[in-house]
């Protein structure tokens, strides 16, 4: 379905948008009103959710990192803490809980020596995935290095022909590779085609925040078949004191992963269809380096604080809300999720809604571009998700607030869904991308900052949200929470009943998904699947 054809049939269909509403000029009501009412209609229930509501949330999973050694991140006591305060949370407001659980690959940590001219201990880190384990010890054959300022770009061991006139030919010779240009699997896959029985792979260090241990990166992507040798990272100068000695010699060591079991929590309400459900969903753990409060605690102190404001809610739909594990892993616990599914629980999935970073502080507002009408997607787009943008696009437009696209990517949890042709849509608000002073003059903020200036870091703490922006995309999943619980006929064609009250939001106010053809967009790269 074109977009045009989309808002053709929305014009003419009274199911889902129905009277005119002002959420922008909806009050907040005080608190005892909202836990005694039934928020159904969406002025009432956008005087109820707030982003004082969601901060109370964000304190909650600020306390519990700073109780459990600074972060969240899964197979952690802040992860297991954090998913006793959710399932905690909805059990309270009335939800029928459940905790799925899923395999999780624990990587011990790995090990690397160099042994000529003398034993010395480096730095080491692991790959989450995506390469073979074991020890290995011999030579260290540098691959294509640029150690000399400036470095960048750096093709190491992008290309085959990197390997050519290198000798791998013996039984124990290890790739040292630099960081750069292309993606992490490609560089090893191309080293064990060319004989090496293990690779390191060196931070860039052309920058600060590239010359440290490389983390929280996978070798998949480009290449989905896991790789048979050990494969390890470390930093810049543990790299370049290993390329200073020609014919060093080293061990690495990347010990056989451990399951420990990991949890996702899984809350639904349940609604007249049960036969069309509509999900919505946030990662629940950090980084291993912060608190993880913008992210992904926004996104999942939004679904607690909109979870809270309809508990009273008799929906027509069913509507399931998810906290994902393992995210910051590579998407693990929302992928072991939708490929658990059978394929008529997946075709009961009406849609799925993603929220993952939607407070940063140097924020701009951003809609996944699921008309493709800014950036063409890597994936195919579920039909449906159009609809799902539109209606973020109208909300935005109907309080006045400047909004943009997000690539279509799947570089987040919609991915699994995506894949299994679901229609998906989401909000977020920038990672690691520098605001460009167009952006600045349309939402404010730091021109040539990042969007998070505290992305994957320790500082992601409860001083690194905005609550203005938190507020303003908390209604924005509250009101496309709602209309969808009543209705999904213009994403997926199941009639539902009309929204008490009615709404009516207005044409977008952007042509080619940008408000007044100000932002310019951004790519939606959260991280996890990008290694150049």
């Known amino acids: 379905m074109t977009r045009r054809a989309g808002l053709a049939i929305a014009a003419a269909t009274a199911t889902a948008l129905a009277m005119a509403i002002a959420p922008a000029a909806a009050s907040a009501a005080p608190a005892a009103k909202c836990d005694n009412r039934t928020n159904n209609t ?10 004082e509501g969601a901060n109370e949330h964000l304190e909650a999973f600020q306390e519990i990192a700073t109780a459990n050694g600074g972060n969240r991140a899964a197979d952690t006591p802040g992860y297991e803490a954090s998913v006793d305060y959710v ?55 540098p691959v294509d290095l640029v150690l000399a300022m400036p470095r960048d770009p750096v093709t190491s061991g992008c290309e085959e022909s990197d390997f050519a006139g290198l000798d791998f030919s013996g039984t124990a010779d ?41 983390t929280n990166v996978t070798l998949i992507g480009a290449n989905p078949d896991p790789l048979d040798i050990p494969v390890i990272a470390t930093d810049f100068a543990s790299g370049a004191a290993l390329a200073a000695v020609p014919g060093t010699t080293a061990r690495v060591v990347k010990p056989e992963p451990e399951n420990h079991p990991q949890k996702n929590v899984i809350a639904e309400l349940p609604g007249v269809n049960d036969d069309n459900v509509v999900m919505a969903g946030a990662h629940l753990d950090s980084v291993p380096e912060g608190p993880g409060i913008n992210d992904n605690g926004s996104g999942s102190a939004a679904l607690l604080e909109v979870a809270e404001s309809i508990r009273k809610l008799k929906p027509q739909n069913t509507v399931r809300f998810a906290w994902w594990g393992a995210e910051e892993e590579g998407l693990i616990g929302s992928t072991e999720y939708v490929e658990g599914l059978s394929q008529a629980e997946k ?39 159009i609809e799902i943008e539109d ?35 989401g909000l977020f608000t920038g990672a690691e991308d ?50 969808y619980s009543y209705s999904t006929e213009l994403v997926n064609g199941v009639v539902g009943v009309s929204v008490p009250g009615g709404l009516r939001l207005p044409e ?19 991280g996890h699947h990008v290694a150049g």
Request: glycine residues 10%; proline residues 5%.
């Open 174 to 214: 290890i790739a040292l590779i630099q960081r750069g240009t292309c993606e992490f699997g490609v560089k090893a896959r191309n080293a064990q085609n060319a004989g090496a029985e293990a690779v390191i792979i060196m931070n860039q260090g052309n920058t600060p925040e590239r010359s440290g241990m490389i």
């Open 508 to 526: 977008p106010a952007g042509e080619e998904g940008t408000w007044a053809g100000g932002g310019g967009g951004l790519h939606a790269d959260h």
């Open 87 to 141: 399932v905690e949370t909805m059990e309270a407001a009335g939800w029928e809980v459940s905790i799925d659980e899923f395999d999780y690959a624990y990587q011990p940590p790995a090990e690397l020596q160099q042994l000529t001219p003398q034993n010395v201990a480096l730095a080491a880190g692991n790959f989450s995935e995506g390469s073979g384990s074991g020890t290995v010890t011999g030579q260290v054959i």
């Open 347 to 385: 075709d009961r999935i009406a849609l799925y809604l993603n929220f993952d970073m939607v407070a940063s502080p140097n924020y701009i507002y951003m809609v996944y571009d699921g008309d493709e009408s800014t950036f063409e997607a890597p994936v195919v787009v579920p039909e449906g998700s």
């Open 42 to 51: 969406v002025a009432k229930l956008l005087q109820c959710v707030t982003a």
């Open 391 to 425: 209606l973020f696009e109208r909300y935005f437009t109907s309080v006045g607030t400047p909004y943009d696209d997000a690539e279509f990517s799947g570089r987040s949890d919609y991915e699994a869904f995506i894949l299994a042709d679901i229609p998906s849509g």
């Open 434 to 483: 520098e605001k460009t002073p167009e952006q600045a003059e349309i939402w404010g903020g730091t021109a040539g900052e990042w969007l998070d200036p505290c992305y994957h870091q320790e500082c992601d703490d409860i001083e690194n949200v905005s609550l203005e922006a938190l507020g303003v995309n908390a209604d924005a999943i509250a009101l496309s929470v709602l209309v």
